[in-house]
């Protein structure tokens, strides 16, 4: 689930970047004032513990799939909202910048989909409701599952949003949609089976350490911040799926794709003028969406790009190479 | 003068194994004390209990004559060094010149004293060479020497070795046990290396299920092999080729 | 696999000493991203110049190409199963290299070229700066300490945890048993309780050495760029924008076709 920055546009990736730069400030600052003893160290271990574990890819008998252990449920469980946030934070930075597992610029989105949802969303609104109401194993079985399913729901349709919003991708929102969710169902149902297998062990036998996951009392300024981003997500994706639904091919340009006329049908409906209009709002560059000219290049201007680019990038390895010896001499 | 003062502490695990009972015990200016014992005896969870990172249920521990709290705790702190029994515990930092120097760096020294530090304390460990590398990268011998050599940056008063030699080999050993028999500080040694002890400790003190057993000279405690089976220990090397 | 990979960035450790400044580079690869993604979807043999800077910057630092290679193609998936279907949704036919194509072949294409500099570029910045490097400079311009010694800690016991983990893997399966969903909670809990044992130990390795929170303080001036540093970062920057707004490509194409013909 992780989007790459080739997915995603400057705008789209801006604003989740605030958001989730946001959520980070107001978490580092909680998880600053909190009481929790070796709650640094506990961190970085367990988001390395974390990062390991999903190395492990449990094989689901008779299917010839596998999965492994959620990641954000699972720390959110042990540490707590906050400090799971920031350990996702963490193992998100390593996996963008060592395994190019996601990237800079989307960097942003993923911490959204995959720590926000599952930190402050799934873990407190429905695992803990439910290992509230439901002691002992069944509870953290049922709730693990719940969460995980959820979470990951969360996160896939949020990745939908912005892949469509960037405009990448020609799929219509509804086939895109029709092919996340399902697969993130099933995905969140095994991941959350696997968390609560690990859960249940530690549980039988170290109970104290679950209790990290349960702090005191947030912070005001975190839970004002936390409600005001779950309000948005709310609005925002129930704002997507209310135009998607209502337009069954998918945004402008599926449908003038489908069709293959040039000619694009005025927006019929004020959601499509309204989004119409909040596109070209968030377009970053004048000529971001060209409006008017063809795209049609003859063989002349092809062959003289491509006869650029060749010696562009032929200069480009000749200086580095070049500059590099120097360094090395130095 | 004495350093610590340990006077009959007790000490259980969490799941309720009596770890110590009524342990008493001082440690001296100048002292360099052995604490030998079999696995389980509570060597370890002494040393944690002498730096402030456990609580005893039941005694009393001073420093400087002064009982533990928060302020006692922390002031002992800046003047003791614990050498943990694995140096992956106790490396955090990128480089080891960045690891000895976050010791140094945390006491508030600008950063001219803190490079003056570094600097000695990886000629003392004998480890300049190493200033650069990844702690992740370094041998078992090397990352107990860079270690030790965190602990002499802070230049600490009295130092608290926890197996200190264990998982070494033979040279590695020879260079720790070098190192640590020239320091002048205060040491206090928990190993059942008991060579080491023969080689660099005065005095020894054999612990048992919690308990300790005896308190005395190095040679005189150590040479009676019946007296160390009881003890779940053997005689050290260099005399079993001696008794019969 | 991911050890592997993460055993090969320390390669690059040694590297550094003449290396740019990290903060540059940062600075650099985030302009260049943006640079790229703001490119139209049906762009592609203008964005290709652009491939300039990973080029350069990975032959400066010495960069492996088949490590680069390898990390790229294992995450590729995912970005082609999003842009596969635009060939069956973008049906409209526009002139290419002399012949008729669909306009979503041409915007997948772009999507592949955007997402293998973007990846390189990256990937290449980590190697170039280090990952220490790149955290020291966020922490330089004020990021939260919390996350800063947060990142430490991941960087530094991640390995050990990841091969104990390979450990526990090895001991399990030469002893005939499965990794299977049923017993996760038999092989990672282990894991977990080992871990949280020895976060217990690290936090009071922590504390006799006197720490408050911090595990490495950020100096403002570690973010002071050289001559070398400015220089190289106007002229990429000054690239970037000649690039974005004019088609460099065609006009040297053109340029050389008139001088040879």
Redesign the interface.
Known sequence: MHMADALVSPAVGGLFWAASAFLTAKSSAAAKNDNMSGGTALMGVLAAFVFASQMINFSIPGTGSSGHIGGGLLLAILLGPERAFLSMVSILTVQALFFADGGLLALGCNIFNMGFFPCFIAYPHIYKRITERVDGPKGIMSGAISASVAGLLMGAFFVVLQTTLSRITALPVGVFMMMMLPVHFAIGAVEGFATAMVIIYVYARMPEVLNGGSPDKPENGMKRAVAVFSVLALLTGGFFAWYASSSPDGLEWSIVNVTGTAELDAPQTLIHSLLSSLQDMIAPLPDYSIKGETYSENMGTTVSGIVGSIITLTFAVFMGMMFSKRKNRQ | MKVFEIEKICYSYPDGTKALDELSFSVSEGDVLGIAGANGSGKSTLLMLMMGCLTPLKGRIAYLGKSFDRDTVRSMRKETGLLFQDPDDQLFLPTVWEDVAFGPRNLGLSEKEVASRVEGALHDTGIEELSKKAPWKLSGGEKTLAALAGLFAMKPKTLLLDEPTSGLDPRSRCRLISIIGKTEMTAVIATHDLDMVLDVCKRVIIMKNGKIESDGEVPGVLSDREYMRSCGLELPLSFAGRSS | M?LR??YR??IY??RRE??LSPMLLLCL??AY??T???F???QT??I??L???P????????VSGRDLFR??T??MP??IL??I??P?????G?????IIIS??W??FFS??I??LM??AS??IM?SAAG??G?CRCAAAAGL????V??????????????E??HNT?RARVFRGG????????????P???R??S????????????????A???GKRDMNRLSRQDIIFGIFWTAYFLVV?FF????????L??RCVI
């Open positions: 991911r990979d993460l960035t320390e450790d040694e003449t290396a690869t985030s991203i943006i790229v993604v703001s139209d979807r049906y043999l203008r290709i110049p491939a300039a800077y080029i350069f910057v990975g032959l400066f630092s010495g990390k790229m294992a995450v995912f970005v999003i842009g279907w635009n069956f949704f973008d049906r409209i526009t002139e290419h290299l002399g306009r979503g041409i915007s999507l592949m955007k997402f973007i990846t990256t990937l980590v990952f220490d790149l939260p300490e919390v996350l010694t947060q990142l430490f800690l991941l960087n530094r016991y991640i390995r050990l945890i990841v104990e983990a893997l499965k990794i299977t969903l049923s017993n996760a909670g038999n092989v990672c809990g894991l977990l309780m871990s949280v020895r976060s217990e130990k690290i936090h009071n390795a922590l504390l006799c050495r006197g720490f408050d929170g595990l490495w303080r974005r088609d460099i490509s065609r006009a040297i194409g053109d050389t076709v």
